[in-house]
Each structure stands twice: as C-alpha cells, then as structure tokens.
C-alpha cells in the first residue's frame, strides 16, 4: 500500500538512523531548521468538477527539506511535529500561506489546508484562522479545513467545539481519508461536514469486483447521509470512469495532476481561465 511505502522514506531520509528516538530527534531538528531557513512550502494538488470540468479546489500539502535538500516526506514529519509541538507554528503558517495564495488568485475557487488535532485543540485555533482571513481579506467560504478521521474526534469535545466554530466564521470542514480511522460512521452521524473525502484505500481496491461494490455502498453511504463527496486517489481512466459511474463528480489524484509548486498552479489557472474565455467568445 502506498501508505507503507511513504513511511520507507524514513529510509531515505537516513540510512543510517537505527532506532526511533534518534529519528525522532534528526527529523525534529531538520523541522527546526527547515523552518529557520525558509525551506518549508506547500505544493498543490488540483480536485476537479469533471462535470464542468473546472477546478473546484486544491489541496495544500507541506513540503519540507532537510539541510542537504533532500526531501522529507510528510508521512514522516508530519507525526513528529505533532509530538514535538511544531505543528503549531507550520501550522499557522500553513494557513497564511494558503490564504495569501487565496488573496492573490482570484480565479483560484478554494484552497483546503490539512490540519492536525493537535491544531484543532489549541484554544485559539479558530481565533486565528478568522485572524488571517480577515488580514488577507479572503472570503472564509473559499478556505477548507481537512480534518483526518485518524483519531476518534466525535469523542472528543475541543474537537467538535472547533469544527463548530470553523463552521460559525463560515470556513468549511472536510473529513479527510474517510474509512481508514476508528471514528467513522458515528463519526458522520454525530457531525456534519461540509464534504467527505473517501480514502484513495478504497480506489486502489476497486480492481476486484468485491471492491468496487464496497466502494460504491460507501458513496451511496455518504451521498445518503447529505454531504458531498471527494474521491481522493484517482490514477487511471478506469478509475476516473467508474466513479463517474457512481455519481461522483469531485475527484483528485495522480491521474489528473501530481501535487505541483504554487507557480506550476498559477499557470494552470492563466491556462484554464484563457480556455474558458476563448470558449465564452468563440
Ligand atoms: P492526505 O491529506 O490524505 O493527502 C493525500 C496524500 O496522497 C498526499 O501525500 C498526496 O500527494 C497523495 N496522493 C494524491 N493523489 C494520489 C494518487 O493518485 N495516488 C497516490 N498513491 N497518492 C496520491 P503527501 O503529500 O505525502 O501527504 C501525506 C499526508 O500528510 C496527507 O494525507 C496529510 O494527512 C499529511 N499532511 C500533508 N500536509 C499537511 C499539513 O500541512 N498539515 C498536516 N497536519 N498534515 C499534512
Ligand atoms: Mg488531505
Ligand atoms: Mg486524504
Ligand atoms: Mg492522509
């Protein structure tokens, strides 16, 4: 599973790191310094409307090297920032630079920012995402917070307080990696998000004919309970055929577009814009 394999970039990072700690603390410095040093950004990943064929929104994800420039991959530093604490301020920055994309891109629909739950208890977490919109002067309906369904968040209180208060400011959550976590289906029963992203899990299971009717009870599962669905994971035209098939008409994955550089998405946008012009005047 692809999962596994990004956790093998562990390997890469350092092959000569031998046990936990010590990775721990080489990936908790390499953080540090990526962030000193400026070496910290966000690629984008475009999620189509392949029923306008428009770009609905992108996906930010981090990217971070370490001082040689090798790249870590967010499988790796992603948890140990959460230990460490500096999800925090990657965090925060995280979202400035998503909205600052925002500000200046209007042809741009929304942009979705993963967060950690250690983010989300943060006392002041909403307090400064409303913050920040407000000083890029961004309209919160074109922000997303990506909530991953990793942890049971239905049970826990700050979590849900958050994601009301997100909601409350007019920001919309999305539950990321739906069908790979503990809280699941009471999870969708208790909260109501916006959209539902269905992990690339089941996408890759849908090869044998068992898993492709899993699939399809899913989205009608989500499509039944009234929230719209994402399919995340997307890396063939059969792939992209069946969910057509299904109903699903927001999709994202290598199929479409690799996560690419802000610039790579400026371009694309310029690109589509034109071609959209072009056939309102023709
Ligand atoms: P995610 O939010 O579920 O993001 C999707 C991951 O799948 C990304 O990996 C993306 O590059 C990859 N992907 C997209 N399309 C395809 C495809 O068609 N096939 C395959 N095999 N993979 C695809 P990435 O960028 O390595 O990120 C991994 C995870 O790290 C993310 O999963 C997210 O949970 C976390 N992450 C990334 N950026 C941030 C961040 O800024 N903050 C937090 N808290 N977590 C982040
Ligand atoms: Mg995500
Ligand atoms: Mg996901
Ligand atoms: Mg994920």
Redesign the pocket.
Known sequence: W?KDS?RNCVKSFDPNVADKDTTNDVVVEAIRTAIEQKRVT??F?PIWSIESGRLFAA????RLTAPGGSPI???VF?PVA?RSGL?VE??AW?IREACGMLAANLALPRIS????AV?LLKSNFVELVDTTLRESRVSPARLAI?I?EGLEIDEHAGIINAIDGLRTIGVNVWL??FGTGFAGLSCLSKIKFDTV?I??LFVQASETPRGAKLLKDIVGLVANSGQNIIV????TLEQCELLKGYGVSLL????FN??MSADALNLLLAKSSKLMVGAVAA
């Open positions: 692809a990004n966000l690629a990943q996906e930010a994800l981090m991959s967010p499988a992603i959460e999800i990657l965090g995280a920012v993963n967060v950690s983010q990506e991953t990321d990696d992203k992990d690339r995340e994971g997307i890396e994202q994955g290598f199929y690799r996560p």
